[in-house]
RNA sequence: GCCGACUUGGCGCAAUUGGCAGCGCACCAUACUUGUAAUAUGGGGGUUAGGGGUUCAAGUCCCCUAGUCGGCUCCA
C-alpha cells in the first residue's frame, strides 16, 4: 500500500493512497474540504503532496454550499412534481438560493408548501450528491431535455457570458451532480453544477424555508424570456433560520412605508399618482427641521444659496446631453403648439417644455451669467431643487425610489488646481453632517467607467485624472473603499458614501460625482491669473440624495425613534388627573418659550391611555405631574422604552430637555 | 416596463359552495378624574379601488383601468 504526504488543516500527515475528506474530517459540521485552494467535495481523492482543510457549514463558503444543495434539492422537488419544468440556474445568494425555472404557470404561494414537503422527503432520504465528470457532447447529449443547460454548455469557458450562470458551468472542467439514494444506490436526480456538495441532503432538514416565488429574465436580460423563480432560505441550524426570520420580521416594523402611516408622516395619496408623496404635519416638521439645520451647515462652509424653475424649454436638456441619453426617463414635455396669425405668419414659435430632472443646467447657467475669473473659484452653489423622473412603474418604493424628489444638490466650480483640496473638503462636510443625522458607519464606493463602453462621454485622458483624484481623496479619509467598475454616470466617476444603519444594512446616501463633460458642452470658462481663458471643473453633489429618501432612511435607522431635535413632538405632558393640567402646563409654557414642540394631553382618557398612546407615538419625552410633583416644584419624566425618573425638579427639567435637542442625541 | 399576488369604513382585519357587509382600534356623545402601556355605556361612519360583463342574486366569477406589494430589468 503506497503512502502520501499530505497537509491536513496545516499539519503534515502520511495517508494511504486514495484517502479522501470522509476519512479526514469526521467533525459532522465539516461538510467540504479547501484543498490546495478549491472547493472540493469530501469525497474528492487527495494526492500526494495536497493541501488540504475542512470547511464548516457555518463558514460563507459552507453556508454557501448548504444552499446552493438546498437548491438543488428543490429542484429536484420541482421536477418531482412537475416533470416539464425545465431548469434555469440555482445559486447560492445572501442568506440563501434560488432557482429558475421555465413552467407554463407561474408558482402560487400554496405550490411551496407543495414543494417544501416534497423537498422534506428528499431531505430524508438521505440523497448523496455525486460527482461526475463528462464532456461538453456528452453532457449535451444527457441533458438534452434541459434547454437552458445547454445554452450554459455552450458558454463554458466564457465567465463574462455565463455571469449568474457561474455555480453551473466553469473554466474547468464539465460535472454533473448525480442525487443518489442511499438505500438503492439509484440516480435519482441530476444536473450540471461545478460543485461543491455537502455530503448528502440530511443537514438541509436543519433550517431552510422557501420564501417567495417571483418571475426572472434568463440570464438577467430584459429581452430573454422570464422564467419563475422560486426563493428559499437555509441555515445550518433551526435557531440561526429563526434568527434570520426574526431580522426579516424587525426590518418590517421598522419600515418607512409602515411607519410613514402609523406616525402620520407621509402618504402617497392615489389621485395624485405613483411616487408622489404628501408630507403631513408631523412629517413636514421633521423635513423643516432637516433642511433649516442642511441650510445652517451650508452656509457655514461657504455655499452659495441659488434658485431655479421647475420646468425648462427642451433645448437646455438637448444642450445638457440629457434628452439624448435619458429622454425615458424624463417626463413627456408640455408641447406649446406654434400659433400663426391670419397672414401664415408665426406670431408664437412652438416650444416643448420639460419638468427638469436635474438641476445641474441651471446652475450652470448662473455660472455663465457673468465672466468668471479664478478669484470667484470654488464657487459653490446649492439647492433644494424639486426634480422629476419617470420612473418605471414597478420600480417604486415609499420614499426611496419616487418620482417627484426634493434634491439637496450642489454644485461646485472649481480650478484644476483646487480640484483635489475641494473634494477633500467636500467628502469631509458631508460626512460630518450625515454623522450629525446619526449616521455614522460608512464605507465609500468609487464608481469607474467600463473601459469600451461607448456609454461613457469625454476625454479618456481626463477620466484618468478625475478617478485618480477621487481615489486619492477617498483613501485619504481612511474609510474602507470598495471599487465600482462600470458604476460611474456617463459624465464622470464618482464617490458614494454608503451607510449602514442601526440594523446592518446598507443603504448608498452622498454621491460626490465630478463631471468633466458638462462644462465642455456648455463652453465654460474662467479667465485664470495669467489672463488666459481656462475650463473649470464640476462636481456635483448631493448629501441625502433626496430628502424623500434620506427621510425614509432614518425613519428606518430610527424605527421611528427619532432622536428629540428631530421628532415631530418633543414633549408631551401628562397630568396625573385634571387637577394639575394648569401646573402642568406653566411647565409646557416655558419649554415653548424655549421653542420646544410640547403638547398637554388634557382629553378625558386615563392617564394609562395617555402614556401609551403617547409611548406608541414615539414621543421621546413624556412628562408626567401629579400632588407629589407640585409639591416639590417637580415633574416626572417617561421615556418611550418605558423607564421613568420621577421628582426631577422643573428647572432641571427644562434645561435636560433643552439639552438632548440641542446636542442632537438620543434619549 | 415584465411576471405574480393583492385592493372591504381613517387604520388593522372578517364574511362557508355566489345568498342580509361584520369586528377591533380610531372618531363623536355622556358619565368618570385614577401615579407610569387600553374606564364604562351609547352613537355615527362602507355604492366592497374605478369601470364593464355573467347571474334571479356578485365583496366573492370574467374582462379592462388605476394603485399597492414581492421579484426581474432599470436608477443621470
Redesign the pocket.
Known amino acids: 500500500m503506497s503512502v502520501i504526504k499530505v497537509t491536513v488543516d496545516g499539519t503534515a500527515r502520511e495517508l494511504e493512497a486514495g484517502a479522501d475528506g470522509f476519512g479526514l474530517f469526521t467533525d459532522k459540521t465539516i461538510v467540504a474540504q479547501r484543498v490546495n485552494g478549491e472547493l472540493r467535495d469530501l469525497a474528492h481523492k487527495l494526492h500526494d503532496g495536497d493541501v488540504t482543510e475542512g470547511v464548516l457549514i457555518s463558514s460563507p463558503d459552507g453556508l454557501n454550499i448548504l444552499r446552493h444543495s438546498a437548491a438543488h434539492v428543490l429542484a429536484q422537488a420541482v421536477q418531482s412534481i412537475n416533470p416539464e419544468a425545465k431548469l434555469g440556474i440555482g445559486p447560492p445568494i445572501t442568506d440563501g438560493f434560488y432557482y429558475d425555472f421555465d413552467v407554463e404557470t407561474?408558482f402560487?404561494?400554496e405550490d411551496l408548501k407543495a414543494l417544501e414537503k416534497a423537498m422534506d422527503r428528499i431531505i430524508r432520504q438521505g440523497q448523496r450528491f455525486i460527482r461526475r465528470v463528462t464532456t461538453d457532447g456528452e453532457a449535451t447529449v444527457e441533458l438534452s431535455n434541459e434547454p437552458y443547460k445547454i445554452e450554459l454548455i455552450g458558454l463554458k469557458g466564457n465567465q463574462d457570458a455565463v455571469g449568474e450562470g457561474s455555480a453551473e458551468v466553469g473554466a474547468g472542467e464539465l460535472t454533473i451532480y448525480d442525487n443518489v439514494d442511499p438505500q438503492t444506490g439509484n440516480v435519482v436526480w441530476k444536473d450540471l453544477c461545478r460543485g461543491p456538495h455537502l455530503p448528502n441532503t440530511r443537514m438541509i432538514g436543519n433550517g431552510y424555508a422557501l420564501t417567495?416565488?417571483?418571475?426572472?429574465?434568463w440570464r438577467?436580460?430584459?429581452n430573454n424570456k422570464?422564467l419563475?423563480?422560486i426563493y428559499g432560505t437555509a441555515w445550518p441550524t433551526k435557531d440561526e433560520l429563526r434568527a434570520h426570520q426574526e431580522r426579516l420580521e424587525e426590518a418590517a416594523r421598522r419600515d418607512h412605508?409602515r411607519l410613514g402611516?402609523?406616525l402620520d408622516l407621509f402618504s402617497?395619496p392615489?389621485e395624485i399618482?405613483?411616487?408622489l408623496a404628501v408630507f403631513h404635519p408631523k412629517g413636514g416638521i421633521m423635513r423643516r427641521v432637516m433642511e433649516d439645520y442642511s441650510r445652517k451647515r451650508h452656509e457655514e462652509s461657504g455655499y452659495e444659496f441659488v434658485y431655479s424653475p421647475h420646468i425648462t424649454k427642451s433645448n437646455l436638456f438637448e444642450q445638457s446631453g440629457?434628452l439624448a441619453?435619458?429622454a425615458d426617463?424624463?417626463f413627456p414635455p408640455m408641447v406649446m403648439d406654434e400659433e400663426v396669425d391670419e397672414n401664415g405668419f408665426v406670431r408664437k414659435q412652438g416650444q416643448n417644455y420639460y419638468l427638469k430632472?436635474?438641476n445641474c443646467p441651471f446652475h450652470i447657467l448662473i455660472f455663465k451669467s457673468q465672466a468668471r475669473s479664478y478669484r470667484d473659484l470654488p464657487l459653490r452653489m446649492f439647492e433644494f431643487g424639486s426634480v422629476y423622473?419617470?420612473?418605471?412603474?414597478?420600480?417604486?418604493?415609499?420614499l426611496t425610489?419616487v418620482r417627484g424628489m426634493t434634491q439637496d444638490d450642489a454644485h461646485l466650480f472649481v480650478t484644476p488646481d483646487n480640484m483635489e483640496e475641494e473634494l477633500t473638503k467636500v467628502l469631509g462636510f458631508v460626512l460630518g453632517l450625515l454623522r450629525d443625522y446619526g449616521l455614522d458607519d460608512f464605507y465609500l464606493e468609487l464608481s469607474t467607467k467600463e473601459e469600451g463602453n461607448p456609454k461613457f462621454v469625454g476625454d479618456p485622458a481626463i477620466w484618468e485624472t478625475a478617478t485618480a483624484t477621487l481615489q486619492k481623496v477617498a483613501t485619504a479619509s481612511g474609510l474602507e473603499l470598495v471599487p465600482d467598475p462600470g458604476g460611474a454616470?456617463?459624465?464622470g466617476p464618482k464617490i458614494s458614501v454608503q451607510a449602514r444603519d442601526a440594523i446592518g444594512r446598507t443603504w448608498q446616501m452622498s454621491t460626490i460625482?465630478l463631471d468633466f463633460n458638462l462644462p465642455e458642452r456648455f463652453d465654460l470658462e474662467y479667465t485664470a491669473s495669467d489672463g488666459t481663458k481656462q475650463r473649470p471643473v464640476m462636481i456635483?453633489r448631493a448629501l441625502f440624495g433626496s430628502i424623500e429618501r434620506f427621510f425614509g432612511v432614518l425613519t428606518e435607522h430610527y424605527a421611528g425613534h427619532f432622536p428629540p431635535w428631530l421628532a415631530p413632538v418633543q414633549v408631551v405632558g401628562v397630568p396625573?388627573?385634571?387637577?394639575f393640567s394648569p401646573y402642568l402646563h406653566t411647565i409646557a409654557d416655558r419649554l415653548k418659550a424655549a421653542g420646544v414642540r410640547v403638547t398637554i394631553d388634557d382629553s378625558?382618557?386615563?392617564?394609562?391611555?395617555k402614556?401609551?398612546n403617547h409611548?406608541?407615538a414615539k414621543v421621546p419625552f413624556?412628562l408626567?405631574?401629579?400632588?407629589?410633583?407640585?409639591a416639590a416644584g417637580a415633574v416626572?419624566f417617561?421615556f418611550?422604552d418605558?423607564h421613568?425618573e420621577?421628582?426631577i425638579p422643573v428647572d432641571e427639567a427644562v434645561a435636560r430637555i433643552l439639552k438632548a435637542i440641542e446636542d442632537k442625541v438620543q434619549v
Open positions: 407561474p402560487a404561494p417567495r416565488s417571483a418571475a426572472a429574465y438577467g436580460n430584459e422570464q419563475q423563480r412605508r402611516a402609523e402617497f392615489e399618482g405613483s411616487g440629457h441619453w435619458y426617463g424624463m430632472p436635474m423622473r419617470y420612473e418605471k412603474s414597478g420600480v417604486l418604493h415609499g425610489r454616470a456617463f459624465y460625482q456635483h396625573i388627573a385634571e387637577a378625558d382618557d386615563r392617564m394609562q391611555k402614556i401609551r409611548t406608541m413624556i408626567l405631574a401629579g400632588g407629589e410633583d407640585e416626572s417617561r418611550r418605558g421613568q420621577n421628582g
